[in-house]
T-cell receptor, first 112, second 108 residues
Framework: DTGVSQNPRHKITKRGQNVTFRCDPI?????LYWYRQTLGQGPEFLTY????????KSRLLSDRFSAERPKGSFSTLEIQRTEQGDSAMYLC??????????FGSGTRLTVV | GQNIDQPTEMTATEGAIVQINCTYQ??????LFWYQQHAGEAPTFLSY????GLEEKGRFSSFLSRSKGYSYLLLKELQMKDSASYLC?????????FGTGTQLKVEL
């Protein structure tokens, strides 16, 4: 297992389009997290899963955002009707029940 | 709230020692993490403190005082490659809450 993998690394999309990102966590990690990071800021929590259950969602996650982890392994984050304010780095992280995060390399989204 | 405060930026000289401070809200606290993040890259784990005291790991050490809601990251023998953002993150409620990061610049 080579760590947390995120695809794509970069995505440029036109405003109003839908985008989907994928995260493959470390296989033995039960927990999977999505964060968003803008320039000069720390990562902001979006949502997290324990196995396939989505246990918490931030108020930052508007109804245009949806995340799934259907089999408790990989996860997808979809943004519908993208807006310029959605431009950010989207980070996925996984962890065991007790322990720190391992982050993926992130997906950098640019909405034009 | 879970406000996490750390300095926005610091500058230090190669070979020197630098201490990056972090304060946080203590309610519901479940561990304090430090991450390093180079520009355009993902954060990488540096240290974890759950009990009071100093944890040393090579050139990096981290200190925690739970009663004061205070932690610091100590970097010794600074190298140019240590120029990065250092993120303080508070554990609690099954997730980490990050500060805005301290941008460290190491100069010759």
């Amino acid at each position: 297992d080579t760590g947390v993998s995120q695809n794509p690394r970069h995505k440029i999309t036109k405003r109003g389009q839908n985008v989907t990102f994928r995260c493959d966590p470390i296989s033995e990690h039960n927990r999977l997290y999505w964060y968003r990071q803008t320039l000069g800021q720390g990562p902001e929590f979006l949502t997290y899963f324990q196995n396939e259950a989505q246990l918490e969602k931030s108020r930052l996650l508007s109804d245009r955002f949806s995340a799934e982890r259907p089999k408790g392994s990989f996860s997808t984050l979809e943004i519908q009707r993208t807006e310029q304010g959605d431009s950010a780095m989207y980070l996925c992280a996984s962890s065991p029940i007790e322990g720190g995060y391992t982050f993926g390399s992130g997906t950098r989204l640019t909405v034009v | 709230g879970q406000n996490i405060d750390q300095p926005t930026e610091m500058t230090a000289t190669e070979g020197a020692i630098v201490q990056i401070n972090c304060t946080y809200q203590t309610s519901g606290f479940n561990g304090l993490f430090w991450y390093q993040q180079h520009a355009g890259e993902a954060p990488t784990f540096l240290s974890y403190n759950v009990l009071d005291g100093l944890e040393e790991k090579g050139r990096f050490s981290s200190f925690l005082s739970r009663s004061k809601g205070y932690s610091y990251l100590l970097l010794k023998e600074l190298q140019m490659k240590d120029s990065a953002s250092y993120l303080c993150a508070r554990g609690g409620g099954n997730k980490l809450t990050f500060g805005t990061g301290t941008q460290l610049k190491v100069e010759l």
